[in-house]
């Protein structure tokens, strides 16, 4: 489990957190950087930095979106800039820190998780980073349920992050950031930002590894970086992709009476999970 920090979390939140033995790690969000974030933290290297502190004491990960909120920064600049605005001087404040920058999308990021000292810093990746750029919000017209945050980059940065993915580095792992959002809530005047991908997860991880030639790295982003970062038991449970092409559902049935536009939705994916009782 994670837990939300705001400006108002203390160390002794941060401690009982740890002494519960089920809080692993707590989520920083800027405010206002993406959907349901309003809550999130304003005052990193004031209010909340005795928290943050407590938890480097701990040892206790902090996961970042990574994203600055000054409106006067690009919007393809967000990442970059934080980066150089916050987590840099965080970590040169708190070395014991361990940190991972979740949902990755820039070179600029992949470059900084490499250079980072071993176990400090690691970083999660999409399915949709791995499988497109920028030019996937446009094709054809405006596509809302192709926009999350951090937005989709240059096709430069994916094939950085596709590089780092699938060249085998240990700090980088599965992390889809799906986000159900109902059609209306997508398709509006302000449409809100996420793209939900758990319908197929696991199968569209595997056509950004097939693609790249790298299957046999599939396993270890998906099942073993990630608890090897947390320090917590890899998953003993196992399943299987199997290379069976199957056309993904134009909608899902969502709460009310709505419904939910997957990613990919109405297109064939070449990968699925066999069920457990197959």
């Known amino acids: 489990m994670t837990l939300y920090l705001t400006d108002d979390t203390t160390p002794e939140e941060v401690q009982k957190a ?9 989520k920083l969000y800027p405010a206002g950087a993406t959907t349901n974030s309003a809550a999130g933290v304003t005052d990193l290297f004031g209010r909340c930095f005795p928290a943050i502190q407590h938890m480097a004491h701990v040892g206790m990960p902090l996961l970042l979106h990574g994203e600055v909120v000054d409106p006067s920064v690009d919007m393809f600049d967000r990442e970059k800039e934080f980066i150089h605005r916050v987590l840099s ?9 361990r940190v991972v ?16 000292p071993e176990g400090r810093v690691a970083a999660t990746v999409t399915p949709q980073h791995l499988l497109w750029n920028r030019n996937a919000l446009f094709t054809g017209g405006i596509r ?38 109902e059609r209306a809530t997508k ?13 197929a997860a696991l199968p569209l991880y595997a056509r950004a590894f097939e693609q ?30 199997v290379r069976r092409p199957w056309t993904v559902p134009a ?3 969502y709460s009310d009476g709505g419904s939910l536009v997957p990613m990919l939705a109405g297109e064939q ?3 699925q999970v066999v069920p457990l009782d197959a």
């Open 18 to 26: 740890k002494d519960g033995g089920i809080v692993v790690a707590f």
């Open 89 to 97: 001087p965080l970590l040169e404040r708190l070395p014991a820190l």
């Open 101 to 116: 920058l979740e949902h990755v999308t820039t070179a600029d990021a992949v470059e900084f998780v490499l250079k980072a």
């Open 144 to 181: 809302p349920h192709h926009f999350c945050l951090p937005v989709l980059k240059r096709e430069t940065h994916r094939q950085a992050i596709v590089a780092a993915v699938t060249g085998g580095s240990t700090r980088f792992f599965l992390g889809t950031d799906s986000a159900p959002h």
């Open 187 to 199: 398709e509006a005047p302000c449409g809100c930002a996420g793209i939900f991908s758990a319908h």
């Open 212 to 241: 790249a030639g790298a299957l046999d790295k599939l396993e270890a982003f998906a099942s073993f970086n990630g608890p090897d970062f947390y320090r917590l038991p890899r998953n003993s449970r196992r399943i299987t992709l």
């Open 251 to 253: 909608s899902y049935p």
């Open 269 to 271: 994916l070449e990968w």
